[in-house]
C-alpha cells in the first residue's frame, strides 16, 4: 500500500485456481506515458482499468455483457457470443472502452496514460455528486469506444468475486487512494502468462512488491471488519 501511495508499480499475483496471471498494478491516478510503456513493453497484456462497483453505478456503467442481452434483439449475433463459459470465472467484469476527449487516436502512451488518470479525476470531482450530473460530468470528459477497457468490481467485494479488479480495488481501498486502478497482465516469451516463479524473480530483480491474491483476501477481511 505503501509503494502504491508512492506512485510505484506493485505485481498481484490471482492464484492458481483461477487465471494463474500476475498483472502490473498501480494506482490510475498516478498513471504517466512511462508507465503505460512500462506496461506495454515488459508486460505485454491488456492494459486496462480497474474501478470499484459504486463508482461504476454513480455513473451507470454498465457490464458489457449485460448490455449484450439487451440489445441481441436487435443484433442476433450478441445472443450467439454470450460468454457463458469462462473457464475461471462466472462473468465477465469488462464495461465500456472509452477514450478521454482530448487524446488524438487515443491508444498511444500519452493518450492512454491521460485518459486513466483523468477517470481518476473524474472520480474524485463526482463524488459526491448526483449521478444525473456526475454521467454530465463523465461524457464532457470521455467517449466511447476508446482504448481503454474498464473492469469493474463485484459488488460484494472478494466475496462472490476474487478476480485482478477485486484485488485490486481493495488495496486502492485500504490504501485510501481513488478506487481506480492501472494494470496488464504479464506476459511470458513463450507466448503463455509469464510463470509465477518467473514474476517473483521479476519483481525482486526489479524492486517490486509481490503480493498474491489470498494475502491481499486476508488483509481485506481483516480491514473491512
Not at 59 to 69: M, S
Not at 128 to 155: T, W, Y
Request: with cysteine; proline share 4%.
Amino acid at each position: 500500500m505503501a509503494d502504491l501511495k508512492q506512485g510505484k508499480f506493485i505485481l498481484v499475483y490471482d492464484s492458481e485456481k483461477r487465471e494463474g496471471e500476475t498483472d502490473f498494478v498501480m494506482a490510475s491516478q498516478f498513471v504517466t506515458p512511462e508507465s503505460i510503456k512500462r506496461m506495454r513493453k515488459d508486460g505485454g497484456g491488456l492494459i486496462f482499468l480497474m474501478i470499484s462497483n459504486e463508482v461504476a453505478h454513480t455513473f451507470k456503467l454498465p457490464f458489457l455483457a449485460d448490455l449484450y442481452t439487451q440489445v441481441n434483439g436487435t443484433y442476433p449475433v450478441l445472443k450467439e457470443l454470450v460468454p457463458n463459459d469462462i473457464p475461471y470465472d462466472t462473468k465477465s467484469s469488462f464495461s465500456l472502452y472509452i477514450n478521454h476527449r482530448e487524446t488524438f487516436t487515443g491508444i498511444t502512451d500519452a493518450d492512454r496514460s491521460l485518459t486513466m488518470k483523468k477517470f481518476s479525476e473524474s472520480i474524485e470531482k463526482t463524488k459526491n455528486m448526483d449521478s444525473n450530473l456526475a454521467i454530465q460530468e463523465l461524457g464532457q470528459e470521455f467517449r466511447s469506444p476508446g482504448h481503454i477497457p474498464i473492469c469493474v468490481a463485484s459488488k460484494q467485494l472478494l466475496n462472490e468475486r476474487k478476480g485482478h479488479t477485486e484485488l485490486v480495488i481493495a488495496l486502492m481501498k485500504m490504501a485510501g487512494l481513488i478506487p481506480a486502478g492501472g494494470g496488464c497482465e504479464i506476459m511470458g516469451d513463450n507466448g503463455n502468462a509469464l510463470s509465477k516463479k518467473d514474476a517473483i524473480c521479476y519483481a525482486k530483480k526489479n524492486d517490486l512488491t509481490f503480493l498474491e491474491g489470498k494475502e491481499i483476501i486476508k488483509a481485506w477481511k481483516q480491514w473491512s471488519k
